[in-house]
């Protein structure tokens, strides 16, 4: 028996609650295939995350559901779905945490694969392309000679930033990106703020300007928020794009 | 620029689009011109509620304005002077908020839905903003032409009949409307901007809201105090105050 089912036949052992599931459902490359809600019924179990509740439903109920998951830990950033209407990862939410009735909907402005399933890969890597976000060298690195010590606390901030998993709740929760396909999104920004820190990049002020010193980049972010408060990582999100935000006034004030 | 500043991005033409400072400026002005509008705005419903001293402390402010301290007697141009800037500015405002309303159906639709999910408070502050803002369009032109074609209507007597008579509708709601704009508008840039950052975003709301509440109350007692005046008026209209001390 594995995990799931022990959970699951404790649930049902402990008279737990029943929990209802609306589902959405869609397979965009079946052309008979049309957006629906399906329900699906289940017991609640102590310490049951919504990671465990839908492989149940799939492994009991329909197995055709389709759905990411690869860690199970917060940190590969695939599960993220919106539950109850928020961007968050599945498998950090605990079923118990949860009211009777949950509806689970893909993320918007990523590309649907089908039922909760969202591509948000190819949609990270063309906002990566677009911005550069690797540390950026002006030379060739001599990758023979030793590396430069980088100080602690420079390797700290970048580390924080750093933590960044791609999950792509920023860009689902944020306002401006669900009406603006071009922009670029917290996550963009705040790698940005990543290499600008960074000792190796070697791009000034001036030369990050000329990616987001745009309407698609942090002038136009519409400071609704929602990136920072839905961040599954915690990221200081709000801090990032005011700093930012200065950085690049800065650039426009002095030419 | 040294050669140190050179990146991939400079070094490969079709990666290097010309830089545009014009997103930037636009955003930068957006905000310069809505923070001055909440002062001018603040400042201008302070000195309005002279009315709630006395009426003789109206009219001594009236007279400031009119320049009578300083030239030895009354201006009013130079409040229609004044009238025309505040018009000019919030032109300015608006054609610049506007780059950030929803510009077709899909996106309204899109924000709307978004909004309707997510439960999400600075989201849906957000939406009032562009409510009220869009009101302003149509609600402070209407009193900025009275005040630029009637500046020399302005005085305990003759603005408190022409609250009563005619403006007093069209005040009440711009009140509200107004100080709801500027609340939001001065919340969103505090945000925006990174300033008070030790002051969380919840409690930056609970202040900026208790202050649009007393605002609100306080122009409120203001109109009322005006309407009261105006209507002890009604069978003297165009009669003007006499001063108590000041001769003109």
Known sequence: ?255 | MSAGRHSQAQLEPRNAPAVSYWPARLDLLQGASGLLLVLFMWAHMTFVSSILVSEEAMYRVSLMFEGYYVFGSSHPWLVSVVALAITALLMLHAVLAMRKFPQNARQYADFLAHRRRMHHTDTTLWWWQLVTGFLLFFMAPAHLYTMFSQADQIGPYASSWRVYSTQWPLYLVLLVVVEIHAALGLYRLIVKWGWLRSVSRKYLRMIIGGLAVYLVLHGVSTLLAYYKLGETLRDTPGLRYQPVEVHP
């Not at chain 1, 995990?3 to 609306?22: C, S």
């Not at chain 1, 949860?98 to 990270?124: Q, Y």
């Not at chain 1, 928020?225 to 005011?242: F, N």
């Open chain 1, 1 to 255: 028996m594995n995990d799931a089912a022990v959970i699951a036949k404790d649930g049902e052992e402990h008279g737990a609650r029943r929990l209802r599931f609306e589902i959405f459902r869609f397979n965009p490359c079946d052309p008979d295939s049309r957006p629906h809600y399906d329900t699906f019924e289940l017991d609640d179990a102590p310490g049951m995350t919504l990671f465990i509740a839908l492989n149940l439903i799939r492994e009991q109920q329909d197995p055709g559901l389709q759905f990411d998951f690869v860690c199970r830990a917060g940190i590969c950033g695939s599960c993220a779905m919106l539950i109850n209407g928020r961007p968050t990862l599945a498998c950090r939410t605990l079923t118990g945490t949860l009211p009777d009735t949950v509806r689970l909907s893909p993320l918007p402005v990523f590309e649907l694969i089908g039922d909760l399933s969202v591509n948000t890969g190819k949609w990270m890597r063309q906002m990566s392309e677009r911005l550069r976000t690797w540390v950026d060298v002006a030379e060739d690195v001599d990758l023979d000679s030793l590396e430069t010590p980088m100080d602690p606390d420079a390797a700290q901030a970048i580390y924080e930033l750093e933590r960044c998993i791609e999950c792509g709740c920023c860009v689902a929760g944020c306002g401006t990106a669900v009406m603006r396909e071009s922009f670029v999104g917290a996550v963009g920004l705040n790698k940005m703020a990543r290499f600008r820190l960074d000792p190796r990049d070697t791009r000034e002020d001036a030369d990050f300007f000329e990616l987001i010193g745009t309407d698609e980049g942090i002038f136009g972010c519409m400071s609704l928020l929602g990136c920072d408060d839905v961040c599954p990582k915690d990221l200081p999100l709000q801090t990032q794009l005011a700093y930012l935000r200065r950085k690049m006034a800065k650039v426009t004030l002095t030419g």
